[in-house]
């Protein structure tokens, strides 16, 4: 991401700046989704603060809109807010959560479970029985459906699942 926002602006910095001068009651809106949010982020940093900063025309407001955007930069200062940036975040969007730490740590945690030899079969089971499924009638939901194993069965397997995945974790 480094590298498409270092080639954006050599690319369109010396026309930006020209337009921006030119356009005087306008700002300069950059939008990002996605991968494209974490490269619009290090444009604003760059633009903000940055040597990039100095090439802008005086007073020329610059504004960010991100729509999940990966974490892309990191401050030395505690509490660093760049009030030129304005991100939108989906909790369940895993994308934006994730770092190399995070990839990681979920490959360990597979590979923890896999070491324990429960079939693929058993897991799945497993799984239903703590998710369940959507239960539909007629188009109208009637609850969620649970499938039940025996309850020693299934407590002792989940403390093995539990177990090796904390182990990953600390």
Request: glycine share 6%; with cysteine.
């Given at each position: 991401?480094a590298v498409a926002c270092d080639?954006?602006?050599?690319?369109v910095?010396?026309?930006?700046?020209?337009?921006l001068?030119?356009l005087?009651d306008?700002?300069l809106v950059i939008?990002g989704?996605?991968?494209?949010?974490g490269?619009?982020q290090?444009?604003?940093?760059?633009?903000?603060?940055?040597e990039?900063?100095?090439?802008?025309?005086?007073?020329?407001?610059?504004?960010?809109i991100?729509?999940?955007a990966p974490?892309?930069y990191?401050s030395?200062q505690?509490?660093?807010?760049n009030?030129?940036?304005?991100s939108?975040?989906n909790?369940?969007d895993?994308l934006?959560?994730?770092s190399?730490?995070?990839?990681?740590?979920?490959?360990?945690?597979?590979r923890?479970?896999?070491?324990l030899g429960?079939?693929?079969?058993r897991?799945f089971k497993l799984?239903r029985?703590?998710?369940?499924?959507s239960?539909?009638q007629d188009?109208?939901?009637?609850g969620?459906?649970?499938?039940?194993?025996?309850?020693a069965e299934?407590?002792?397997?989940?403390?093995d699942i539990t177990?090796?995945v904390?182990?990953?974790t600390?």
């Amino acid at each position: 991401m480094a590298v498409a926002c270092d080639n954006i602006l050599a690319k369109v910095m010396d026309t930006m700046v020209e337009r921006l001068a030119e356009l005087k009651d306008y700002k300069l809106v950059i939008i990002g989704y996605s991968l494209g949010a974490g490269v619009a982020q290090l444009i604003t940093l760059k633009l903000t603060d940055g040597e990039e900063k100095a090439k802008m025309p005086a007073d020329t407001e610059v504004l960010c809109i991100t729509f999940g955007a990966p974490p892309v930069y990191i401050s030395d200062q505690p509490g660093y807010i760049n009030h030129n940036i304005i991100s939108v975040y989906n909790h369940s969007d895993g994308l934006s959560s994730l770092s190399l730490h995070t990839v990681t740590k979920l490959f360990l945690q597979i590979r923890a479970i896999n070491r324990l030899g429960i079939s693929r079969k058993r897991t799945f089971k497993l799984l239903r029985t703590e998710l369940g499924e959507s239960v539909e009638q007629d188009g109208s939901k009637l609850g969620v459906r649970r499938f039940v194993s025996s309850s020693a069965e299934k407590e002792k397997e989940w403390t093995d699942i539990t177990t090796a995945v904390q182990a990953v974790t600390e």
